[in-house]
């Protein structure tokens, strides 16, 4: 497995190196986003790991522009800042899990491994299926793109990632810690309101243009979609 490491402080990027190559990963340093952005479109790399405080460019832009060019590389954000905005903004960014610093190596370790497993399961499920639909809404996975009535509705990486999570399981109530664990991973905080944030951003894009809703609360339980309850 080819790993990415963007961190300008070579103190942590040699740790980081020594413990992720113990682990058997193939590992590459950049300690810029303008260098990492090269590198991306030159080496085929299963995942990336950025700080958020580069020189150049900071990693929320630098995980904007890796999404765009491949929806599918998963990006874990190391970051001194742990307040939920910034953690909000990384996601948006396109983030797949966030790390406060300091953390525990084997932390990171458990991590990469969840979402290399995830990445793999993903890729292997939507081989034959890279059109979800329900009602009258689309998602075309070959494009990332999401239509309502044939109307395009522009949304973050994260947020895609949710709606396809809850249009897969349509007609089924989820609950919060099913929804973090597949949408954010194992390692998702419950201690968070992320879920609720992102299901009123959501709410606000998919439905709030329209009669006929899909994303409902189940008070205590969850949320389900479906067309089926007013």
């Known amino acids: 497995m080819k790993v990415l490491i963007i961190e300008d402080n070579v103190r ?6 020594r413990g992720l190559e113990s682990q058997g990963y193939q590992i590459y340093i950049s ?5 990492a952005l090269v590198m991306i479109d030159r080496i085929e790399f299963d995942l990336v790991i ?3 405080m580069l020189p150049k460019m900071n990693g929320i832009e630098l995980s904007r522009l890796i999404k765009k060019k491949n929806q599918e590389l998963p ?3 190391l970051t001194a800042l742990g307040a939920i905005d910034e953690k909000i903004e990384g996601f948006d960014a396109g983030a797949d899990d966030y790390m406060v610093k300091p953390f525990e190596i084997r932390e990171l370790y458990a991590r990469i491994k969840a979402i290399l497993v995830r990445k793999s399961s993903s890729q292997l499920k939507n081989e034959d299926s890279n059109y979800i639909e329900y009602h009258n809404l689309l998602i075309d996975k070959n494009t990332n793109r999401v239509f309502r009535n044939r109307k395009e509705i522009n949304l973050t990486p ?6 396809v999570f809850l249009m897969s399981n ?5 609950t919060r ?3 973090g664990e597949n949408v954010w991973g194992n390692h998702f905080d419950t201690g968070t309101n992320y879920i609720d944030v992102y299901i009123a951003y959501l709410r606000k894009k998919i439905d ?3 009669d006929d809703k899909l994303i409902h609360t189940k008070p205590a339980m969850g949320f389900i979609f479906t067309n089926q309850l007013k």
């Open 12 to 17: 942590v990027s040699a740790l980081l190196k």
């Open 31 to 35: 300690e810029d986003a303008e260098d």
């Open 50 to 52: 950025t700080d958020i």
């Open 75 to 77: 990006i874990i954000m």
């Open 158 to 163: 994260k947020e895609f990632k949710l709606l």
């Open 170 to 174: 349509a007609e089924r109530i989820l």
């Open 177 to 179: 810690d099913e929804i």
């Open 208 to 210: 709030k243009d329209f």
